[in-house]
């Protein structure tokens, strides 16, 4: 069985279909890279799946579960589906450790040692064991990513939602986030990623949907994707990478 | 006529300005308080609630302290007590601060990125949990600097009360004019004792206001 | 327990009391703006040792109340030979006033100016006040344009306390009215929801006066 399956998703804003009618299934331990133009609607199928944003028509369920709009299925699909946005969105207020103990102990209510012992942990798993202590202004952007990478992790989700987290980043910075995110791969976590990182999932990923106008205008193996694009939009895309 | 000396002056003008001080922290408190109340209501999801929040600031902003000091005063005795002017002064200040805190504090909730809205409910989190553990804690802190500007508007707004007849400082000012006939030396001392307890006000929301910003920079 | 029946007897103290508010507002928001503009100019870009006098006058108006500032001119300056009416005593309140809070608002908008504005205008061979005039003055002023709006509005309700030295505003109007009906809270009611009325019709007023001064987009 699927682990996300996407059905029929369509989504509009005002008068704009964003999207028009989307199906994936996306299996365990699958690593899947959404590609295509600005404005083709992959950022916002995303944020459907993690319900920051509502569909208007169709189905999107994770493990079994429907996707409804009340804040208790919201909070247990959350639970299950975490989310690295483009803007790292740390909480400047709090430490790094700070970061990853507070979504643990408010929403699932795991005791304060348990939640410290799991926040250091997952810095470790990222490299930032040794920033436990230090407020996002006094890490870099990549650094800052890997936080969040952290805290996503420490509410043990079955999967991950990544909306293009190396674009707002220096050059130089983005290999450490993507070389965690490979980690994640290769470790079985079932990975959904907007990217313009073409390299990346060509070698990392499992699937490569590329969208177009709202629509999954080609889906395949990354080989197949890339070295024979059957459309000319896919082709004029990979063209311009 | 009795002779006054400058001291005398002074003095009572000093003891006057006790009240102003005593009628601006109940107003300030008073008006944070309630504040607090309307500001939940403002950003609250519940519609009825937020819209009866927009109107109130929105009348207590648009009419002149004056009026709503004369309609507390007149508007409680219509309910048919007798209203001395202290308890009249108190519940208009305090409504009328609160509505300008209301809006000082829901633009600050506001300034706060909408990606920690995002990111806080992609990690499960409810409303009542994003606003006490992520929102109001970033909210607070930049409110800081116009909260402390705005206490400054309390204890200018406290003067209108002498008008009512509550006497503190600016009333203290007119009763001595009248019995020294020196209103250009009363009334420049009465400034200088307002200016006293404003200017540090002034300078420390300025001041908090500067730090903010450098500690925003460096993000 | 209401009683409105002298609004027919006695709105033409009313309208009287509109009409010098709204004559107070006038010539206070211009004058009030243009001096705001002067000191603007001495704070950020004038002579030096000019701008100590300017801060003290701005720092002064701004953590004192407007009555005292009003009773201090009508009371107090005639000591040293200055009389005037109740309404030029109001007037000249009201600008004073006005004058140092734009000041602080119109400064934030100059000081928002790209140092491009500066450089340009001086290798276009323009003396600094001429960069200011032409170059700096207009965009900053809409940019806080909003700001400036918000200010003569609080200017315009506060005004209501020029009653106390019995300038004949619209407050003026309420006392002498209740003082003759004794309907004191009908009276108060009233008038308070025509400043409510006279405050969003100013507003608009100032946002029209806005987008006629400043066509284009600029400034942004």
């Known amino acids: 069985m699927s682990l996300i399956e996407i059905t029929e998703v369509r989504k509009s804003f005002g ?10 299934d996306v299996d365990p331990g699958e690593v899947i890279a959404i590609i295509g133009k600005s404005g083709s609607g992959k950022s ?65 209510k795991t005791p304060k040692a348990e939640a410290e012992a799991m926040a250091r942990k997952m810095l470790e798993r990222v490299g930032l064991g040794h920033k436990y202590d230090a407020f996002p202004d006094e890490l870099s ?41 490979r980690e994640l791969a290769s470790e079985g976590m079932t990975l959904l990623m907007v990217t313009h990182e073409m390299k990346f999932a060509r070698d990392v990923c499992s699937r490569v949907v590329f969208m177009h106008q709202g629509r999954v205008h080609e889906i395949g193996k990354p080989e197949e994707v890339f070295a024979d694009p059957k459309t000319p939009e896919l082709k004029q895309f990979l063209g311009m990478h | 006529m009795i002779e006054f000396s400058l001291w005398d002056i002074v003095r009572n003008l000093l003891l006057a300005a006790r009240w102003t001080v005593v009628l601006s922290l109940v107003s300030f408190m008073g008006g944070a308080l309630v504040g607090t109340l ?52 108190g519940v208009a200040l305090i409504l009328w601060s609160a509505a300008f805190l209301t809006e000082i ?26 606003m006490r553990y992520v929102i109001l804690p970033q909210a607070m802190k930049i409110a800081i600097p116009p909260t402390v500007g705005f206490s400054v508007q309390v204890i200018k707004g406290t003067a209108l009360t002498s008008i009512i007849g509550f006497v503190e400082l600016s009333k203290a000012g007119t009763v001595v004019t009248n019995a020294t006939f020196q209103p250009f030396m009363v009334y420049g001392l009465v400034a200088l004792i307002y200016f006293a307890l404003c200017w540090p006000l002034s300078k420390s929301s300025q001041v908090l206001e500067r730090k903010l910003n450098v500690a925003h920079r460096n993000h | 327990m209401f009683d409105y029946a002298w609004l027919a007897q006695y709105w033409p103290v009313l309208l009287k009391g509109i009409l010098v508010t709204i004559q107070l507002i006038t010539v206070g928001a ?38 005292i500032q009003l009773f201090f001119i009508f009371f107090g300056l005639p000591s040293l030979g200055l009389q005037m009416s109740e309404f030029q005593a109001a007037n000249l309140a009201m600008i004073i006033n006005l004058g140092a809070y734009s000041c602080e608002i119109i400064r934030a908008g100059i000081q928002a100016t790209p140092r491009g504005q500066f450089e340009a205008g001086a290798s276009l061979a323009m003396t ?91 400034g942004r």
């Open chain 1, 15 to 24: 008068a704009n279909e964003v999207l028009k009618g989307i199906n994936i």
């Open chain 1, 44 to 108: 916002t199928l995303l944020r459907c799946i993690n319900g920051l944003e509502l569909i208007d028509n169709g189905s999107i369920s994770v493990a079994g579960a429907g996707l409804l709009p009340d804040e208790l299925h919201l909070k247990a699909l959350r639970l299950k589906v975490g989310m690295i946005f483009q803007q790292f969105n740390l909480f400047p207020h709090l430490t790094a450790g700070g970061n990853v103990v507070l979504s643990q102990m408010v929403v699932r």
């Open chain 1, 141 to 181: 952007g990549g650094q800052q990513q890997r936080v969040a990478i952290a805290r996503a992790l420490a509410m043990q989700p079955i999967a991950l939602l990544c909306d293009e987290i190396t674009s707002a980043l220096d050059p130089e910075l983005v290999a450490e986030v993507l070389g965690v995110v």
């Open chain 2, 38 to 89: 309307l500001l939940f209501m403002r950003i609250g999801r519940r519609r009825v609630l937020g819209l009866f929040a927009k109107y109130y600031v929105e009348l207590f902003q648009g009419t002149p302290l004056l009026m709503q000091l004369f309609l507390a005063f007149f508007g409680l005795g219509l309910v048919g007590i007798d209203v001395p002017a202290w308890l009249a002064a």
């Open chain 2, 105 to 130: 504090w829901r633009g600050c909730v506001e300034a706060i990125a909408k990606g920690q809205w995002e990111a806080s409910s992609s990690l499960g989190m409810g409303y009542v949990q994003q």
């Open chain 3, 30 to 67: 211009a004058a009030g703006i243009a001096l705001g503009i002067a000191c603007a100019w001495v704070r950020s870009l004038g002579p030096k040792w000019l701008r100590p006098a300017v801060t003290a006058y701005v720092e002064l108006i701004r953590n004192t109340p407007f009555l």
């Open chain 3, 128 to 218: 600094p006040f001429e960069t200011f005039r032409h170059v700096i003055l207009v965009p900053s002023l809409q940019r806080i344009w909003p700001a400036l709006c918000s200010q003569v509005i609080i200017v315009m309700l506060g005004s209501s306390v020029v009653s106390q030295i019995a300038a004949e505003d619209l407050t003026f109007a309420a006392n002498f009215i209740q003082s003759r009906t004794f309907r004191a809270f009908e009276a108060y009611f009233v008038s308070t929801a025509i400043y409510l009325v006279l405050a969003i019709l100013l507003r608009q007023v100032l946002i029209a006066a806005g987008s006629f001064i400043f066509p284009r987009r600029s």
